[in-house]
């Protein structure tokens, strides 16, 4: 099964409240990747973390990387309309039998929905 | 750039037939990946090529072929189409293991 666990589901705001999602992988991770799709488009790259504890800022976005690198989260403060989308986490995990972190393995995605 | 292009974009098929989703990227990128979509599953890794020649099998890879004769390339078959086979498939490359992938637009595929 997915080894890349991502929750809410589902998240409904007012616009100008804050959301996080977070990710957790039964297995370390070599990074982490985080996405946005917007609806109908294709996942676009957001950001990666490498280091573990590594904490990283873009603009109103905020990304962690777990000590262990097996966990991480994105905090959006005060949302806007235009952060409408879903929003995915993605590591690099070894499928059974495998011999390498080059399978890039997505989280369910968090979707999230901004009330005016 | 056109980066990774997917064609078709729509696909319609009956039960039984069979058809080879196109993907290409001109970014010169080693690495190249299938994912599908479904609500609630996420993108799910169907399969995944290190390079040319070099392919190797995903999350949920049954009922899909895939090759990998050049860099650029890299079609995904489907053997005889399900109706659990209907999805969003999107391709998706990137240089190596710490770089960021790159999605095409990705193709809905429906299977009456």
């Known amino acids: 099964g997915q080894q890349v666990m991502q929750i809410p589901q589902y998240q409904h705001v007012q616009e100008g409240e804050d959301f996080t999602t977070y990710c957790n992988s039964s297995?370390?991770?070599?990074?982490i990747q985080w996405y946005k799709q917007r609806p109908g488009g294709h996942p676009v790259f957001l950001i990666q973390?490498?280091?573990?504890?590594e904490v990283k800022k873009q603009k109103r976005l905020t990304f962690q990387f777990g000590e262990a690198k097996k966990n991480s989260s994105l905090h959006i403060t005060a949302t806007q309309t235009t952060d409408v989308g879903t929003y995915f986490c993605?590591?690099?995990?070894?499928?059974?039998?495998?011999?390498?972190?080059?399978?890039?393995?997505f989280g369910q995605g968090t979707i999230l929905t901004v009330h005016p | 750039n056109a980066g990774v292009t997917q064609t078709p974009k729509f696909q319609v098929l009956k039960t039984g037939q069979s058809m080879t989703l196109q993907c290409a990227q001109d970014?010169?990128?080693?690495?190249m990946s299938w994912y599908r979509q479904d609500p609630g599953m996420g993108l799910r890794l169907i399969h995944y090529?290190?390079?040319?020649?070099?392919?190797d099998q995903g999350e949920v890879p049954n009922g899909y072929n895939v090759s990998r004769s050049t860099t650029e390339d890299f079609p995904l078959r489907l053997l005889s189409a399900a109706p659990s086979q209907t999805s969003v498939y999107f391709c998706?490359?990137?240089?190596?293991?710490?770089?960021?992938?790159?999605f095409g637009q990705g193709t809905r595929l429906t299977v009456v």
């Open positions: 998706a490359s990137t240089t190596g293991l710490h770089t960021e992938a790159f």
């Open positions: 297995t370390t991770l070599s990074n």
């Open positions: 973390l490498v280091k573990s504890g």
């Open positions: 993605a590591g690099r995990v070894r499928y059974a039998g495998g011999t390498s972190y080059g399978k890039l393995t």
């Open positions: 970014m010169n990128h080693e690495y």
């Open positions: 090529s290190v390079g040319a020649g070099i392919t």
